[in-house]
């Protein structure tokens, strides 16, 4: 049976002119990008943050320059463990100026981390040379490995921590 097009029925004529229109709107889209860039969400989507979040660099501590880290004193927390220097501003419920760990923010964790203990003692001044860590028994070093596999898959890597003198 041969397949007619009568324009004359009124269904054919808008279905002709539907097509037609849709033909020219895949031809002639119509521009989706407004004249000014939403920066923020009101009637619609919005795809621009107010400002670009800050890039994290790594870079070189020492006892000196972490220890401003602290929490209280800068808005971003760090901590090292072991010569790693970790963001750990996420956890601020754990390492801010009332967090339960508050006492290793900006400082070298290690010793903490291995002995299991959050007690003063455990912090090297940031005056003095890196704690060595050479008196730890190996049960204690898998203890500290341990929390820095923990702190690799929670947090950023951010720096590694060097003697005072060193830059
Ligand atoms: C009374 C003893 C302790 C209790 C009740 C306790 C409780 C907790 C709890 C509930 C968490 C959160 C776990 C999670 O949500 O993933 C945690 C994490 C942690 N605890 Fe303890 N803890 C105790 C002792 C210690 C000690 C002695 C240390 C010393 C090293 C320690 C170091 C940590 C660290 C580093 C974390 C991980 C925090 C993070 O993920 O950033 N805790 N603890």
């Known amino acids: 049976m041969a397949l007619s097009l009568n324009l004359g029925t009124p269904v054919n004529t808008a279905l002709f002119l539907y097509i037609l229109y849709s033909v020219q709107r895949i031809i002639f889209p119509t521009k ?14 919005s795809w621009l943050p107010k ?21 209280r004193d800068k808005e971003r927390i760090l901590l090292a463990i ?46 003095q040379p890196l704690d060595k860590l050479d008196d730890l028994r190996q049960d204690e070093i898998d203890n500290m490995r341990g929390w820095i596999d923990h702190f690799s898959s929670k947090y950023i890597i951010c720096g590694k921590l060097v003697e005072n003198d060193s830059v």
């Not at 407004?34 to 989507?45: N, R, S, V």
């Open 82 to 127: 072991n010569g790693v220097v970790f963001d750990v501003t996420a956890g601020r419920n754990f390492y801010g100026p009332d967090g339960m760990y508050g006492n290793f923010a900006g400082r070298d964790a290690s010793r903490g981390m291995a002995k299991q203990s959050f007690d003063l003692e455990m912090l090297t001044p940031i005056d």
């Open 51 to 71: 400002s670009h979040p800050p890039a994290v660099l790594y870079k070189i501590y020492t006892p000196k320059t972490l220890e401003p880290f602290n929490g």
């Open 32 to 45: 989706s990008t407004p004249a000014t860039i939403p920066h923020e969400f009101k009637a619609g989507y």
